[in-house]
């Protein structure tokens, strides 16, 4: 069903994701109608398609179609936001110190240029309870604060955070909302309209399993007029304009192949076909009975409680090791295990991702590979 080598042990969906075969046909003869005739395709056939596509999206995501549009990633979506905030000398964006590596790098160019604040707050390991997140993240807020900017999985500890509780209050405080879900959609529910950020980006190359380079950034109504597009093209002061200025600023940024968005409707009909759901949570099952033991094995403890609340089908393991880059091309090389090793605020963790493409064996051949590592080199340290 999936492209995947399948001589290799792939515990690192959460990365990049990976898309079954009847995805990536219909992924294929898009881009095949594309070039028997570009011009037939980009300026009548593809405003139908991605009309359709979008419907589709909207209504997995439980948002309308005006609001938001599609983007090659999150990356491109957080800098659209970024760009158009009107922060200045002193104001505060609050985020935590578990969000994804290119955002913090994003956020740290913004304020050189703006002379605003990022602010990353400790949410300290293990997790005990919701209320701990919530309680350690809010110290973070002042008078200055602006902006909250949080991942609703982060990537590194793969953690779920609360972030419909901090969408609240923030909207009480009169906070601007960003939401980083690239690990959400096809991963845990998702219902914008109850969770109301400000704005929102969620992939759809990962746990929804489309062609790479499909994500989108939601964009509430009252902040659609304010948000520049990151390339000015012809939606800009158009000469047929829609009435969405949004949609004409951020759909039409010149010649791409977009067929990855295209395929939206093929990629949720396999999932409701094929019963997507009851996979995942199977496979989150997985995730959560092999937690403790790897734990156990690596002589560490569980960052949170194994439960569903804080853990979906991906799960991060400290792990005591000097050269984590060298743990990962041993795992790599030597036992065809593609596994993360990542680090953060200066401790390093092991991710493990499960889907329906994963079984318990895989998590053994890792299991039995890391028991040899530790026993015959000094690549793991134990105390």
Known sequence: MFLLNPERVFLNHGSFGACPKPIFENYQNFQRELESDPVEFIQKKYSDYLAKAKSALASFIH????????????????????????LGEGDEILTTNHEYGAMDRTWHFFCKKSGAKYIRQNINLPITSKEQILEEFWKGYSSKTKVIFLNQISSTTALIFPVKEICNKARQLGLITIIDGAHVPGHIDLNITQLNPDFYTGTLHKWMLAPKGSSFLYVKKEFQSQIDPLVVSWGYESLAPSESQFLDYHEYQG???????????????????NNWKEKATVAKELVLQNYARFCNLLGSQPIAPITAEFIGQMASVPIQTKKPEVLKEVLLERYNIQVPIMQLNGNVYLRYSINAYNSQSDLDVLYQALQEIIQETDLIQLD
């Open 63 to 86: 948002c309308q179609k005006e609001d938001f549009v599609f983007t090659p990633n999150p990356t491109v979506a957080i800098n659209t936001v970024m760009r158009s905030l009107n």
């Open 255 to 273: 010649t791409n192949d977009h067929s990855a968005y295209l395929c939206t409707p093929k990629v949720i009909a396999f999932l409701e076909e």
